[in-house]
T-cell receptor
Framework: GAGVSQSPRYKVAKRGQDVALRCDPI?????LFWYQQALGQGPEFLTY????????KSGLPSDRFFAERPEGSVSTLKIQRTQQEDSAVYLC?????????????FGPGTRLTVL | LAKTTQPISMDSYEGQEVNITCSHN???????ITWYQQFPSQGPRFIIQ???TKVTNEVASLFIPADRKSSTLSLPRVSLSDTAVYYC???????????????FGKGTHLIIQP
């Protein structure tokens, strides 16, 4: 079956532009996660949804970052007024239930480059 | 404060068994231990998960001592294609809905040589 998909795969933005990154989780998966992975680093947690509820957004680096999952399936990560330090790979993952005892299925990521 | 600690890098040779140990001193009673593998330009991929003692699948084994403060990922007879970054995670969900232990850290860069 289809895995987690993300679009676009690559995004180049000029500093100050707004961007929107999309994640399509595996159908029926309850939990959805966003991560930011800088070059040479491991993925850092940004935010977590259970269905449409955003249960944890403690990892969002600033109020320029906003995520939503209005119908409990597709999610969008929006970054306003992009800065060069936002350049990274943004990964989305989903799990069928709560994360504690479920593996996370990751998408391929969106590589964001801010010029 | 990092929840897990693992070596930054390891080297081995094809055909050898590789063991990567992770420390998680603050593991909670309900926490599971999960390992992921990541190749360049790909998202992490689940390898194995365990709660206690030993778990084995077609890819790896996971050894967890009784105190659960550490775990060891064992990769039997590695090949060049096992060169990747390996991450140990101990994810927790709070009853109020918050999450912890979901940042992967730097992981262990495993390099397999011919």
């Amino acid at each position: 079956g289809a895995g987690v998909s993300q679009s676009p795969r690559y995004k180049v933005a000029k500093r100050g532009q707004d961007v929107a990154l999309r994640c399509d989780p595996i159908s029926g998966h309850v939990s959805l996660f966003w991560y930011q992975q800088a070059l040479g680093q491991g993925p850092e947690f940004l935010t977590y949804f259970q269905n449409e509820a955003q249960l944890d957004k403690s990892g969002l680096p600033s109020d320029r970052f906003f995520a939503e999952r209005p119908e409990g399936s597709v999610s969008t990560l929006k970054i306003q007024r992009t800065q060069q330090e936002d350049s990274a790979v943004y990964l989305c993952a989903s799990t069928p239930g709560a994360v504690g005892d479920n593996e996370q299925f990751f998408g391929p990521g969106t590589r964001l480059t801010v010029l | 404060l990092a929840k897990t600690t693992q070596p930054i890098s390891m080297d081995s040779y094809e055909g050898q068994e590789v063991n990567i140990t992770c420390s998680h001193n603050n593991i909670a009673t309900n926490d599971y231990i999960t390992w992921y593998q990541q190749f360049p330009s790909q998202g992490p991929r689940f390898i194995i998960q365990g709660y206690k003692t030993k778990v084995t699948n077609e890819v790896a084994s996971l050894f967890i001592p009784a105190d659960r403060k550490s775990s060891t990922l064992s990769l039997p007879r590695v090949s060049l294609s096992d060169t990747a970054v390996y991450y140990c995670l101990v994810p927790s969900l709070y009853s109020g809905g918050g999450a912890d232990g979901l940042t992967f850290g730097k992981g262990t860069h495993l390099i397999i040589q011919p």
